[in-house]
């Protein structure tokens, strides 16, 4: 029986607002609190509630070998993705942020021409990977998008290495053995990443109550139980029952979003050549996301692998 047109259009609503809005949240909670704790806060707490919903449905014994593969990806997906992410938000503007994660599509089309074979990128994907990554060098380089500082072109390549993390990890996931359980595979993964992290805050910077105000609760909270879960929950629903190529369109409505609530709650700025810039790296991404509308099926994809969650 299809899906109701209401529920698609409602979780379609929710992960082009509610992801493209993590980038901002993530920029108001690192003002109080430490960057790595931030990430590995949300990720841990959103890993024990996917964790328990996998569980409590499924009975599926849980080997070593699960462990050691969440564990690679975890720390693929999210103690250096996100880690990244989280660490730049102190330097980057949101907006640019976004457009820089928009990234994870043009990384996962070179990383698939390297890792796999049976994977060769088309004219129209070769062009496009060319047009995006001259936006990218554009936010990259440009002075007036991070401020003049050398501090934040770095954190901008963070970004970008970051991205290419994800793009890795969301090839490898298809070879590695995981869980059946969607939500109990994504748990685990969020609880090794985001333990990971919140290790490293605690050896780096442990986080302090001192400069925490509403907002950053706030920003905290919608991080992890908006972001995580009811963007991931409305992520795997369309899955479910909407083409992945549709889908993915998110990667490239996220950083719009992005952009104009970081313009309008932020004072963030969006200059003439941060435009240009969007419209390269924007339309790359839509045509090599349109470009796989017949992908080589996965063993059984897990809904954290699809190039994404860029705000997750």
């Known amino acids: 029986m299809p899906a109701p047109l209401w529920r698609i259009g409602l979780a379609f609503t929710a992960i082009y607002l509610i992801w493209g809005s993590t980038f901002l949240a993530t920029r108001f909670a690192v003002q109080a609190l430490p960057p790595f704790f931030v990430a590995g806060f949300r990720f841990f707490l959103g890993g024990l509630v996917l964790f328990a919903i996998g569980r409590s449905s499924s009975r599926e014994p849980l080997t070593r070998t699960h462990w050691m593969n969440a564990a690679k990806l975890g720390l693929l997906f999210f103690f250096i993705c996100h880690g990244a992410v989280s660490w730049a938000a102190q330097h980057v503007p949101s907006g640019v942020a976004a457009l820089l994660m928009a990234s994870i ?7 698939e021409r390297f890792l796999q074979t049976n994977t060769k990128p088309g004219r129209r994907v070769l062009l496009s990977l060319g047009g995006g990554f001259i936006g990218l060098a554009v936010l990259v380089l440009k002075p007036e998008s991070l401020a003049g500082s050398t501090q934040g072109r770095t954190a901008s390549l963070a970004v970008l290495c970051g991205a290419l993390t994800w793009a890795i990890a969301t090839v490898l996931s298809s070879r590695l053995v995981r869980p059946q359980s969607n939500f109990t595979s994504a748990g685990m993964q ?17 986080p302090s109550l001192e400069r925490v105000t509403p907002v950053t609760v706030w920003a905290l909270g919608y991080l992890t139980l908006i972001g995580a879960l009811v963007g991931f929950l409305s992520y795997t629903y369309l ?10 369109t998110y990667a490239y409505v ?25 419209l390269f790296v924007l339309a790359a991404v839509a045509n090599i996301v349109l470009s796989r509308s017949a992908p080589v099926p996965p063993r059984r994809p897990t809904p954290l692998s699809v190039p994404a969650e860029q705000g997750a």
Do not use: D, Y
């Not at 899955?239 to 993915?248: E, F, I, S, W, Y």
């Open 239 to 248: 899955l479910q029952h909407v083409p992945p190529t549709k889908v993915a």
């Open 105 to 111: 599509a043009l990384w996962t089309a070179v990383v």
């Open 190 to 206: 969020m609880l090794c990443g985001g333990g990971a992290l919140i290790l490293l805050s605690a050896f780096l910077q442990p």
């Open 254 to 278: 996220n950083p719009v979003v992005a952009l104009l609530l970081g313009w309008a709650l932020a004072g963030e700025t969006i200059s003439a050549r941060s435009l240009i810039a969007s």
